[in-house]
């Protein structure tokens, strides 16, 4: 194919630059996924040439298998985003049982040839919504700006509300795009209103959620390998943060650039200052005409806008009057804007009349404050006067959106307020057109937003007006509607479509739940509202925000006199599973579960009866208890044949597959689970990943692998543990990625002697952890990590593994805690930890036996062994060894089996019984295939080989 950086394609009204992955119509982005732009690519490189399906996944899905639905679901999300005014075919053309082809005329030009497309990247230009003007008088300003971030990459634009700051910062960030490759993220902070969620704004323009504990780490790992500009825009009502982040990010990345826009310096110790003035206006003593006037940028930009909006030009009768208006406004560019556009309907001496006279009104902001600052308040007051009082009705009203919001958001909250949708959707035009409301795209659609001193202002007249509660119930109400809606979808709305449409969302949600929760809210519509946004946080894997979300949403509950049965029941089994995911168990969850339990019966709601046994079971098993996990599993198998839920059914056949595993029917369960996921072999459905809390496709594989590796197919254990990992990162659910690395990859690749793969995965978990709260995984994070650390020859890494044990066992997470003992015996016996050995492996073997978790009872007595053997009792060492290779092959657990074989192969060896060794180790050896790799094969095939030269030496 084509290179991707030479270029564009253009065909019809559309370009695509498949460098920057962003597809235009016109000069507005289109919204569409990644894999459905990889996919274009391919048919805009091909145009006209069938593109067989098989070609057409290969290039979107690399490496990965995925079913065809997948390739079916991108290609009409591509078709959708394509809007055709008048054509005799589609752009795209399905040939039945074959492939498609790009029917409508393309080509293609070389970057020298093609436009410019904006840069897009992270938060996206696209975000920003200070309109498509060009600066007048500012041409100076962008060349120092884009200079000192060239020069210096850290660079914070200091002026009064309403100068131009933002728009500077945008227009230097396009002057930038080709020194930063990597695109322009823009934060704005004016939607954030606490200084703690500066770090969750900056993660989210870049592409994660909120709802971590270190995101400063996250955001400094997520643009360290980037070539990028961030701008942080409006920071000054969250200063010292702002400043503090900027600064560590700088001084950890050097390599990005950053601009700042905020009403005051950090004084940080590595920014540049720049301040940006007002526009340059004439003296009132300057006597100039019309041509001289237009020198000065306050008069132009003011004329121009007018000449824009009214049809105006300046006579040079008009000068002194046009002056004094720019005076008046000091030069501020955002009053300028909201000014000049006045002359539709009054002449200049009428305007700096009302202007004169508003400025007398200053109700808005203390008369302490700056001048400029108090010009910029009344020019909105004045502004807000002229409104039509629909117009102002609904300015008011915008202000309850935290952000970004469509007109079908404005006729949702205002349904009570105006006329008709017709005269709400003018009144919104209007109030674009007047400046009061910034314009964009979205999603490929309109989409506006308040400037932070307009939404600051419209918030206080919504109150003085009386008019807030009502407002914030329409808000929160409308809300609720949405995301009702956005859970009935969630159950047949492909993931990503969903995501897409709802995600954004989050920020209104999280303010309409604070305020259905607030003094003057709404308990009950905050109870609804926290249950529908359920779905919400655990496809974000927002485990610590829905614990505490939903927590306080149950104790409203309580004071409730008749809370709605569906909606407790909810809110408890989310309650439930949350606590699964905290440092410990503790008695409080499984409490909560069993009442989640009772309320699904209670409502008679079966998915909700499968969901909360699952929940339940879940925590047994995590608590280590296996025959209560098969009586809840028989519970939930019950509901599931009752209702014919194929889906749940599987999902239990796995998970009572693994609880006999654990329970030692090793052969059953890897039989079971091969046959398993052949009959879920693709990602093709991604809807509905949390229901069960984990992505079947990826826990099948999770499973799949653990039991072949102790089965002894390690090849297939090593291509299960991928495809789990990948499929993983193809769903983006941060809890499903956690599993496969915590519970397939790591141990699987740390007993491999793949220590490297370990340590690489171990970091990813632990970012998960971070990013989401994944408090559960913490301990055995911890233990990894020391065990890496001994492989490495760390000399306090055994140390660190019992303290990570000690946390395991204290946590009560204690599946596979067995395991975990027996690795801690055997680092400490080759440290010549004897008694830390001893120690360990007795607890082993004592919570196998209290848990029945004799899956790794070879194991433990391989190492039982080892550490008899090493004390100086070797008939007990040898014994132990025997019966570890006995019960490693009546179980099946061949891994274990070739380890214990090899150790006991090598006492015999030093007693001088080499040939009884090799007839003992030569068949075990022989069961795994020719191209099975990892230490323990390796390790039996050189002392079989040592023997045969031994023995062959002998003969000689």
Same mark, same amino acid.
Not at 259 to 283: D, G, H, M, Q, W
Not at 903 to 925: H, K, Q
């Given at each position: 194919m084509r290179p991707v950086s030479e270029g564009a394609y253009f065909f019809d009204e559309y370009r695509f630059f498949p460098r920057r992955q962003l597809l235009l119509r016109g000069q507005v982005p289109v919204r569409v996924g990644a894999r459905a732009l990889d996919l274009l690519q391919v048919l805009l490189e091909r145009q006209g040439e069938l593109v067989s399906k098989a070609d057409l996944i290969r290039f979107a899905w690399p490496d990965t298998f995925v079913h065809e639905s997948n390739l079916k679901v991108n290609i009409a999300a591509l078709r959708r985003s394509l809007l055709q005014d008048q054509a005799d !075919?589609?752009?795209?053309? $399905?040939?039945?049982?074959?492939?498609?082809?790009?029917a409508a005329p393309v080509r293609f030009e070389t970057a020298s040839a093609s436009s410019v497309a904006p840069s897009h990247g992270g938060g996206g230009l696209e975000r920003q919504l200070q309109g498509s003007h060009l600066l007048i008088g500012r041409e100076d300003d962008v060349g120092e700006v884009t200079k000192r971030v060239c020069d210096r990459g850290f660079v914070t634009i200091v002026g009064p509300a309403g100068v131009g700051k933002t728009s500077l910062a945008v227009a230097a960030a396009r002057e930038l795009t080709e020194r930063f490759n990597d695109g322009v993220c823009f934060v704005d902070l004016a939607a954030i209103n606490d200084a703690q969620l500066v770090c969750a704004a900056i993660a989210s323009a870049l592409g994660s959620a909120a709802g971590v504990i270190d995101l400063l780490v996250g955001i400094v790992d997520a643009v360290r390998s980037k070539n990028m500009l961030l701008i942080l825009d409006n920071c000054e009502h969250v200063l010292t943060t702002s400043a503090l982040v900027a600064e560590h990010m700088h001084l950890a990345v050097p390599e990005i650039g950053i601009i700042a826009t905020s009403r005051e310096p950090f004084r940080s110790k590595t920014e540049n200052v720049y301040r940006l003035a007002p526009l340059r206006c004439p003296s009132d003593e300057a006597g100039l005409d019309g041509r001289q006037a237009m020198?000065?940028?306050?008069? =132009? !930009?003011?004329?121009?806008?007018?000449? =824009?909006?009214?049809g105006y030009g300046l006579s040079d009768s008009d000068v002194s009057v046009i002056a004094d208006i720019c005076r008046r406004l000091d030069g501020i560019p955002l009053a300028i804007e909201l000014a000049a556009p006045r002359l539709k309907s009054c002449d200049p001496a009428s305007l700096l009349r009302h202007l004169k006279d508003s400025f007398d009104l200053l109700n808005y902001g203390p008369r302490t404050a700056p001048l400029r600052h108090q010009a910029l308040q009344a020019t909105l007051d004045w502004s807000y006067r002229l409104l039509s009082e629909a117009e102002a009705s609904l300015l008011r009203h915008l202000s309850v959106f935290a952000g970004l919001f469509t007109t079908e958001d404005v006729l949702g909250i205002t349904s009570d307020i105006v006329a008709s949708p017709g005269e709400t959707a003018a009144c919104l035009d209007n109030l674009a057109s007047k400046s009061l409301v910034s314009q964009t795209v979205s999603g490929g659609k309109a989409a506006y937003r308040l400037l932070d001193t307009t939404k600051t202002y419209a918030a206080e007249r919504l109150r003085a007006e009386g008019e807030h509660r009502r407002a914030c119930e329409s808000h929160a109400v409308y809300m609720l509607d949405l995301f009702e809606r956005a859970e009935a979808e969630w159950t047949w709305v492909a993931r990503e479509d969903w995501m897409t449409t709802y995600g954004r969302r989050a920020n209104d949600l999280r303010n309409a739940i604070d305020w259905a929760f607030g003094a003057d809210g709404d308990v009950e519509t905050g109870l609804r509202l926290s249950a529908a946004a359920i779905p919400l946080w655990d496809e974000l894997s927002s485990v610590a925000e829905c614990r505490q979300r939903v927590r306080t949403a149950l104790d409203a509950a309580k004071l409730t006199a008749h809370p709605d049965l569906e909606v407790r029941m909810k809110l408890a089994t989310a309650h439930a599973r949350s606590l699964t995911f905290a440092e410990r168990l503790d008695p409080e969850a499984e409490g909560a579960c069993r009442e989640s339990v009772r309320l699904a019966e209670l409502k008679g709601d079966a998915d909700y009866q499968l969901r909360a046994v699952w929940g339940l079971a879940v925590l047994q098993s995590f608590a280590g208890r296996h025959r209560d996990v098969l009586a809840s599993l028989d519970r939930f198998d019950a509901i599931s044949e009752r209702t014919k839920d194929s889906a749940a059914a599987s999902s239990g056949a796995r998970f009572r597959i693994m $609880?006999?595993?654990?329970?030692g029917d090793i052969v059953g369960a890897h039989a079971s689970l091969k046959r398993l996921a052949r009959q879920h072999d693709s990602l093709a459905e991604r809807t509905r990943i949390s229901r069960f809390q984990v992505d079947p496709y990826v826990v099948i594989r999770v499973s799949l692998a653990f039991v072949g590796w102790v089965r002894g197919d390690t090849l297939e254990a090593v291509k299960a543990a991928r495809a789990a990992v990948d499929g993983a990162a193809a769903t983006e659910h941060l809890v499903t990625q956690s599993n496969a690395l915590a519970l397939a990859s790591i141990p699987i690749a740390i007993w491999r002697g793949d220590i490297d793969t370990a340590e690489q995965h171990l970091n990813l978990l632990d970012d998960n952890l971070n990013r989401r709260n994944l408090a559960s995984w913490a301990p055995l994070s911890h233990f990894f990590r020391a065990v890496i650390g001994h492989h490495r020859g760390s000399a306090d890494a055994v140390e660190q593994m019992r303290v990570a044990a000690n946390e395991i066992l204290d946590s009560k997470f204690l599946i596979r805690a067995p395991i975990y003992l027996g690795m801690l015996a055997e680092a400490a016996l080759q440290r010549g930890r004897i008694e830390l050995a001893r120690e360990s492996i007795a607890a082993a073997i004592a919570h196998a036996d209290q848990l029945d978790e004799t899956w790794c009872q070879p194991e433990l007595l391989r190492v039982l062994g080892c550490i008899e053997i090493q004390r100086g009792d070797r008939a007990r060492g040898e014994q132990a060894l025997i019966s570890a290779v006995q019960t490693a092959g009546a179980s099946g657990a061949l891994s274990f089996q070739l380890r214990a074989a090899t150790d006991l192969a090598n006492v015999w060896t030093e007693s001088g019984a080499a040939s009884a060794a090799a007839a003992m180790l030569d068949p075990i050896c022989r069961q795994f295939a020719q191209d099975s $790799?990892?230490?323990?094969?390796?390790?039996?095939?050189? !002392?079989?080989d040592r023997l045969e030269i031994e023995a062959s030496s002998g003969r000689a």
């Amino acid at each position: 194919m084509r290179p991707v950086s030479e270029g564009a394609y253009f065909f019809d009204e559309y370009r695509f630059f498949p460098r920057r992955q962003l597809l235009l119509r016109g000069q507005v982005p289109v919204r569409v996924g990644a894999r459905a732009l990889d996919l274009l690519q391919v048919l805009l490189e091909r145009q006209g040439e069938l593109v067989s399906k098989a070609d057409l996944i290969r290039f979107a899905w690399p490496d990965t298998f995925v079913h065809e639905s997948n390739l079916k679901v991108n290609i009409a999300a591509l078709r959708r985003s394509l809007l055709q005014d008048q054509a005799d !075919l589609p752009y795209i053309v $399905t040939v039945p049982g074959r492939g498609y082809r790009f029917a409508a005329p393309v080509r293609f030009e070389t970057a020298s040839a093609s436009s410019v497309a904006p840069s897009h990247g992270g938060g996206g230009l696209e975000r920003q919504l200070q309109g498509s003007h060009l600066l007048i008088g500012r041409e100076d300003d962008v060349g120092e700006v884009t200079k000192r971030v060239c020069d210096r990459g850290f660079v914070t634009i200091v002026g009064p509300a309403g100068v131009g700051k933002t728009s500077l910062a945008v227009a230097a960030a396009r002057e930038l795009t080709e020194r930063f490759n990597d695109g322009v993220c823009f934060v704005d902070l004016a939607a954030i209103n606490d200084a703690q969620l500066v770090c969750a704004a900056i993660a989210s323009a870049l592409g994660s959620a909120a709802g971590v504990i270190d995101l400063l780490v996250g955001i400094v790992d997520a643009v360290r390998s980037k070539n990028m500009l961030l701008i942080l825009d409006n920071c000054e009502h969250v200063l010292t943060t702002s400043a503090l982040v900027a600064e560590h990010m700088h001084l950890a990345v050097p390599e990005i650039g950053i601009i700042a826009t905020s009403r005051e310096p950090f004084r940080s110790k590595t920014e540049n200052v720049y301040r940006l003035a007002p526009l340059r206006c004439p003296s009132d003593e300057a006597g100039l005409d019309g041509r001289q006037a237009m020198a000065f940028p306050a008069v =132009e !930009l003011f004329v121009t806008r007018a000449q =824009e909006a009214a049809g105006y030009g300046l006579s040079d009768s008009d000068v002194s009057v046009i002056a004094d208006i720019c005076r008046r406004l000091d030069g501020i560019p955002l009053a300028i804007e909201l000014a000049a556009p006045r002359l539709k309907s009054c002449d200049p001496a009428s305007l700096l009349r009302h202007l004169k006279d508003s400025f007398d009104l200053l109700n808005y902001g203390p008369r302490t404050a700056p001048l400029r600052h108090q010009a910029l308040q009344a020019t909105l007051d004045w502004s807000y006067r002229l409104l039509s009082e629909a117009e102002a009705s609904l300015l008011r009203h915008l202000s309850v959106f935290a952000g970004l919001f469509t007109t079908e958001d404005v006729l949702g909250i205002t349904s009570d307020i105006v006329a008709s949708p017709g005269e709400t959707a003018a009144c919104l035009d209007n109030l674009a057109s007047k400046s009061l409301v910034s314009q964009t795209v979205s999603g490929g659609k309109a989409a506006y937003r308040l400037l932070d001193t307009t939404k600051t202002y419209a918030a206080e007249r919504l109150r003085a007006e009386g008019e807030h509660r009502r407002a914030c119930e329409s808000h929160a109400v409308y809300m609720l509607d949405l995301f009702e809606r956005a859970e009935a979808e969630w159950t047949w709305v492909a993931r990503e479509d969903w995501m897409t449409t709802y995600g954004r969302r989050a920020n209104d949600l999280r303010n309409a739940i604070d305020w259905a929760f607030g003094a003057d809210g709404d308990v009950e519509t905050g109870l609804r509202l926290s249950a529908a946004a359920i779905p919400l946080w655990d496809e974000l894997s927002s485990v610590a925000e829905c614990r505490q979300r939903v927590r306080t949403a149950l104790d409203a509950a309580k004071l409730t006199a008749h809370p709605d049965l569906e909606v407790r029941m909810k809110l408890a089994t989310a309650h439930a599973r949350s606590l699964t995911f905290a440092e410990r168990l503790d008695p409080e969850a499984e409490g909560a579960c069993r009442e989640s339990v009772r309320l699904a019966e209670l409502k008679g709601d079966a998915d909700y009866q499968l969901r909360a046994v699952w929940g339940l079971a879940v925590l047994q098993s995590f608590a280590g208890r296996h025959r209560d996990v098969l009586a809840s599993l028989d519970r939930f198998d019950a509901i599931s044949e009752r209702t014919k839920d194929s889906a749940a059914a599987s999902s239990g056949a796995r998970f009572r597959i693994m $609880t006999q595993f654990y329970r030692g029917d090793i052969v059953g369960a890897h039989a079971s689970l091969k046959r398993l996921a052949r009959q879920h072999d693709s990602l093709a459905e991604r809807t509905r990943i949390s229901r069960f809390q984990v992505d079947p496709y990826v826990v099948i594989r999770v499973s799949l692998a653990f039991v072949g590796w102790v089965r002894g197919d390690t090849l297939e254990a090593v291509k299960a543990a991928r495809a789990a990992v990948d499929g993983a990162a193809a769903t983006e659910h941060l809890v499903t990625q956690s599993n496969a690395l915590a519970l397939a990859s790591i141990p699987i690749a740390i007993w491999r002697g793949d220590i490297d793969t370990a340590e690489q995965h171990l970091n990813l978990l632990d970012d998960n952890l971070n990013r989401r709260n994944l408090a559960s995984w913490a301990p055995l994070s911890h233990f990894f990590r020391a065990v890496i650390g001994h492989h490495r020859g760390s000399a306090d890494a055994v140390e660190q593994m019992r303290v990570a044990a000690n946390e395991i066992l204290d946590s009560k997470f204690l599946i596979r805690a067995p395991i975990y003992l027996g690795m801690l015996a055997e680092a400490a016996l080759q440290r010549g930890r004897i008694e830390l050995a001893r120690e360990s492996i007795a607890a082993a073997i004592a919570h196998a036996d209290q848990l029945d978790e004799t899956w790794c009872q070879p194991e433990l007595l391989r190492v039982l062994g080892c550490i008899e053997i090493q004390r100086g009792d070797r008939a007990r060492g040898e014994q132990a060894l025997i019966s570890a290779v006995q019960t490693a092959g009546a179980s099946g657990a061949l891994s274990f089996q070739l380890r214990a074989a090899t150790d006991l192969a090598n006492v015999w060896t030093e007693s001088g019984a080499a040939s009884a060794a090799a007839a003992m180790l030569d068949p075990i050896c022989r069961q795994f295939a020719q191209d099975s $790799t990892g230490k323990d094969v390796a390790r039996a095939r050189r !002392l079989l080989d040592r023997l045969e030269i031994e023995a062959s030496s002998g003969r000689a």
